[in-house]
């Protein structure tokens, strides 16, 4: 293949953001978007509170909502790299579309509130992106508002996420006394609020700064530096082995909303953060400059224009390159195909795309072919990249027809919604009753609201509230020791399992059970 075709694969950076809902991903994203020229204005992104809708609001309920429902791809180009963010909703728009988001890049930026430091969301995502060893790179952001002490948000990333980290650049004060960021990584003072020019301040080969300024006769910039030689002297070392396996993140401090320490934090992001990573397939590792055109569906979303009923499903190319019209072959199937109607994705259109290499999603319309972890492949050989996790879901409701009479249209509709990957299905033993399990609130509503439009189908949904699956060998089932506190089901794999009432639930029968090995696919 030629140099150029290589060329555009190692200039991708495919990435999403996670964080908890208000630390600022959105302002961030949008910042980051702006430096790219794909935006021309803040407030594209989110519009919320002034009840403009993003463009990525395609399904009705999210207009209902004002919301974004499913993670949104979005694509800009920066300095010679062509950067994909993938959007990772928050809060209760939490989906395992959220989790299975993060399968589908090469690095996060993970972002933290100062004042806030690690909160409950993050960790979760952060988990998932620890099991995949991706490259983590930390943003915390507001250092206009008054936070926790830098230094004790570093100790929780250690204490709290278990990994360890290197800070690029280190406040100068923060809050009302904000003054800049020492940054350590291109020896320089970025002043806040100061313009262009004046902005960065050189230090010399000591770490200190150049001549006379304002700043230095500040009692915080002294203070940061004494911070900075703690770091050197007994601080993580920098090591971009590390930060490549995922061990060792690089912090940057900053202000989104200010836009102060963003241009820094992408530039040196882009230097560091990896290009698109070797996957594992049934065939061994597949490179993504391999000349085959190969990539895997992890979303789909439905009903994005009500006229049409269109489901679009994105894929994330793993090799080779994408041309409109192509031909594939679906490796579950070997079912041959013309990829004929795709789409890219800017934050504010969904445009045709033409031509697109490993690292880009692209987004297939989809009549119901598609599954989730489905291979697409334009080789000869048909492979199958690695099956994508399953996540343990948190909330449970048990799920029935309101109407008896349209049996038919709730079973296609759930079989189908389940296979496409919206929900989890779980049968009780003998009294085979239908629950569904989600890592968010949202996946039932839009279950709900889905069962409705395609399939006519109204539905009771009884909340059984929140339940801690472990699943057990086939060979150890017993039907006798299911009980309301620890329900044994079957998910849709036929694959035993307890839904237990609560952490109590789940000891005390482990303590009555020592000889059932209980486990977590998320673990
Ligand atoms: P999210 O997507 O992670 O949920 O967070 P988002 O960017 O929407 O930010 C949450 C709130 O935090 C917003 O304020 C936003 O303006 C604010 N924010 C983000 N970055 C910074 C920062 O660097 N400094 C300060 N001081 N605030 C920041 P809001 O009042 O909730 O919303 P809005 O009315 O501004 O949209």
């Not at 949104?72 to 989790?99: A, C, K, W």
């Not at 969301?121 to 995949?132: A, D, G, S, W, Y």
């Not at 250690?158 to 290197?166: A, W």
């Not at 989104?256 to 934090?265: D, E, I, K, R, S």
Request: glycine share 8%; proline share 4%; hydrophobic share 35%.
């Amino acid at each position: 293949m030629t140099s150029t075709f290589k060329d555009e694969v190692l200039s991708r950076r495919t990435f999403a953001i996670i964080s908890h809902p208000d630390a600022g991903k959105t302002t961030l994203t949008e910042q980051l978007l702006l430096f790219g020229g794909a935006i021309r204005a803040a407030g594209t992104v989110k519009g919320k509170k002034t009840g403009k809708f993003a463009t990525s609001d395609w399904m009705e309920i999210e207009k209902q909502r004002g919301i974004s429902v499913t993670s949104s791809v979005m694509q800009f180009e920066y300095e010679g790299f062509r950067v994909n963010i993938l959007d990772t909703p928050g809060h209760q728009d939490f989906s395992e579309d959220t989790y299975r988001t993060l399968m589908a890049v090469d690095s996060a930026v993970m972002i933290i509130d100062s004042a806030k430091g690690i909160e409950d969301q993050t960790i979760k995502l952060f988990k998932v992106c620890r099991m995949r060893g991706i490259p983590i790179f930390t943003f915390i952001n507001k250092l206009d508002r008054q936070g926790k002490a830098p230094l004790e948000l570093l100790a929780e990333l250690e204490e709290v996420l278990g990994i360890e980290s290197y800070p690029m650049n280190w406040p100068v004060g923060m809050g009302k006394e904000f003054l800049g960021i020492y940054d350590r990584y291109h020896n320089r003072i970025e002043q806040f609020r100061v313009d262009e020019k004046d902005r960065f301040i050189e230090l010399d080969e000591n770490g200190e700064i150049k001549g006379e300024s304002p700043i230095k006769q500040s009692s915080l910039y002294e203070q940061a530096l004494e911070e900075v030689m703690l770091l050197d002297e007994a601080g993580n070392e920098f090591s971009k082995d590390r930060i490549a396996n995922g061990t060792l993140t690089p912090v940057f401090f900053g202000s989104a909303l200010t836009n102060f320490g963003v241009q820094t934090f992408l530039e040196t992001y882009l230097k560091f953060a990896p290009s698109p990573q070797p996957r594992n397939s049934n065939v061994g590792m597949i490179d993504p400059v391999r000349e085959d055109f190969s990539g895997f569906v992890f979303k789909i979303q439905a009903n994005m224009n009500p006229a049409h009923r269109d489901r679009i499903a994105f894929v994330r190319i793993c090799s080779g390159k994408f041309e409109r019209g192509m031909n594939v072959s679906l490796s579950r199937t070997g079912k041959p195909m013309k990829l004929s109607q795709s789409t890219s994705f800017l934050a504010d259109d969904r445009s045709t795309v033409d031509m697109a290499v490993s690292g880009d999603i692209i987004g297939l319309y989809d009549t119901g072919t598609y599954q989730i972890g489905d291979t697409i492949t334009s080789g000869k050989e048909a492979i199958q990249f690695e099956k994508l996790p399953q996540f343990a879901p948190e909330l449970f409701v048990k799920v029935t027809a309101k109407n008896v009479m349209k049996q038919k249209s709730f079973h296609k509709g759930i079989v189908q919604l389940v296979q496409e990957g919206a929900i989890q299905l779980y049968k009780t033993y003998r009294t085979d009753d239908y629950i569904l399990g989600a890592v968010g609130q949202l996946q039932f509503e839009v279950f709900e609201h889905r069962m409705k439009n395609e399939y006519n189908s109204d539905v009771i949904m009884e909340p059984i509230g929140s339940k801690i699956p472990r699943w057990i060998e086939e060979t150890q089932v017993n039907e006798s020791l299911s009980s309301s506190r620890s329900l044994l089901v079957k998910d849709r794999f036929d694959k035993p399992l307890f839904l237990f009432e609560n952490d109590f639930a789940l000891r005390w029968f482990q303590d009555k059970n020592p000889g059932i090995k209980l486990s977590n696919p998320m673990e």
